[in-house]
């Protein structure tokens, strides 16, 4: 039988694992500057719990029976088990909870390009605080923790369920319809949004907010035409949360990376009020996203306003190459060789003590030292004799010995290309 993988699964080389590694933990040292402290929570969880937080994952979550008979899935997302855990294990505690993780998550799905059934996802969640600074928060974490990264281009797209809600709410119309209208918004279909807006019996004005907003984008002027659509429906006041963190990011400084796009939705129901999504030229699907989500500790019996994000690992990295940005990695100091394995051994863990990244090569003598160390990306190397340490030259002959103690490596903090 010829090894493959899975569909939608693969392995992952050395050098990409690496540089994935490095973007992730580029993140995580931004979360961190901001508070937020990590957490791990199960690779599996209850099947009804992940639906009674997510909604249905139908066709979405891979599900297996466990000894005992009980049905688990793999975790689709990192919201709802960080909900879960925070309102079970961190229930009357003091919060916020401002919680961070680097996890692989599943999903069945189609698998196109940064769109595969396994993939790793690094975010935030800030647990216990609501309004607009914590909204104004979480997004300012998401700009400055891509920006550290090294990407350039990049734009949030910013909006709001509140709106969509609040004139579901006032058409007066069944649930069937309303269902309809959703399904329609978070696939971004116009046409069909324009189709149920022309529904028989509906208010003008809510026919005309329906269809008109999804399509608004910009700045403060999509606010205001919003504004005047939802006024006159009589819920003006659904607006008033994206517009107070639209106003907090222009006060940070970090609103030139935002666009206001009344279309953004997000595919899991439990979103309660700003949506937004991280959106890059070249790749065709976002690489992360997030809101506000107040409603779902409460389905776990421990109610708290809660807002938080993901950003996808893989499509950052995909759109970190696409800009020709290598994620800083650090490669092997040295190989070192010898003749006398236990020399080796020796001087290898004097030199680990030192801060080296070494490669061990005993029995490797001169110019195969050499060429071992060309083909790792090893800055030099070395050779264990007699209790001393010496540097070869690309010709394998001994120069100088290293001095004892033995001092920080040459490549300490340094990239291999």
Known sequence: MKPVTPRGFRDVLPQEAEERIAVGDS????????????????????????EQGAGSLEGTAFRLFDSDGRLLALRPEMTVPIARMVASR??????????????????????????????????????????????????????????????????????????????????????AWQREVRDAAHDRNLVEIDRLAGREG????????????????????????????????????????????????????????????????????????VVFELLVPGVGLPLGGGGRYDELLAVFGAPAPAAGFAVGIERLHIALAEEGVVPATRGLDAVVCGSRPAEVFEAAGK????????????????KDAVSE??????????????????????SGEPTESIPSPIPPPQALGGEVG
Do not use: N
Request: hydrophobic letters at 45%; aromatic letters at 6%; a negative charge.
């Open 27 to 50: 993140l995580a040292r931004t979360f961190d500057s901001w508070g937020y402290r990590p957490a791990e929570t199960p690779v599996v969880e209850d099947y009804g719990i992940l």
């Open 90 to 175: 961190l229930k009357g505690e003091r919060g916020p909870h401002r919680l961070r993780y680097v996890a692989d998550v599943y999903r069945e799905q189609a698998s196109l390009r940064g769109q595969s059934r396994q993939f790793t996802q690094a975010g935030i969640e800030l647990v216990g605080a609501g309004g607009a600074a914590a909204d104004a928060e979480v997004i300012a974490l998401l700009i400055e923790a891509i920006s550290a990264t090294g990407l350039v281009d990049f734009t949030v797209a910013l909006g709001t369920v509140a709106v969509l809600g609040a004139l579901l709410d006032a058409s007066g119309a069944d649930e």
């Open 373 to 394: 160390a060309r083909a790792t990306g090893a800055v030099e190397t070395l050779r264990a004799e007699g209790g001393s340490i010496f540097r070869l030259d690309r």
């Open 202 to 273: 509906l208010s003008p004005s809510v026919a005309r907010a329906l269809a008109e907003i999804p399509r608004l984008r910009g700045g403060r002027a999509a606010i205001e035409e919003c504004r005047a659509h939802v006024a006159a429906c009589g819920c003006s006041e659904s607006l008033d949360g994206l517009e107070a963190t639209w106003e907090l990011l222009e006060s940070a400084g970090v609103a030139q990376r935002v666009t206001i796009d009344f279309g953004t939705m997000r595919s899991f129901d439990y979103y309660t009020g």
């Open 351 to 366: 030199l680990r003590a030192a801060g080296w990244r070494v490669r061990l090569a005993p029995g490797a003598e001169g």
